[in-house]
């Protein structure tokens, strides 16, 4: 069983920064993608950030050159850096791991959510 614990929501004004952490344990091997997605009450769940195992990128247009993700494989650590929030940024945020666990097969997890909330 893969376990993702997340970390660093919370209740920022607009313009402030926060960040957000997501370390994987259990049963997994090797890690592949890592991620964050966020959610508001009826709407669906959308990217925000991904990082490959290599190290390449992925960014919703509306974060870009203010959120930063990064990865510390020897941790098994996904992190959000959010910078100049604005309340249009308040969600659920979710962390996301795709990769291979001990039976040898290709998951994808889901962190528990951690609620961001920017007030203007």
């Known amino acids: 069983q893969v376990h993702l614990v997340e970390s660093g929501g919370g209740l920022v004004q607009a313009g402030g920064s926060l960040r957000l952490s997501c370390a994987a344990s259990g049963s997994i091997v090797s890690i592949n993608a890592m991620g964050w997605y966020r959610q508001v009450p009826g709407k669906q769940r959308e990217l925000v950030a991904t990082m490959s195992s290599g190290g390449s990128t992925n960014y919703a247009d509306s974060v870009k050159g203010r959120f930063t993700i990064s990865r510390d494989n020897a941790k098994n650590t996904v992190y959000l850096q959010m910078n100049s929030l604005k309340p249009e940024d308040t969600a659920v945020y979710y962390c996301?791991?795709?990769?291979?666990?001990?039976?040898?097969?290709?998951?994808?997890?889901w962190g528990q959510g951690t609620q961001v909330t920017v007030s203007s």
């Open positions: 996301n791991v795709a990769g291979i666990d001990r039976s040898a097969r290709y998951s994808s997890w």
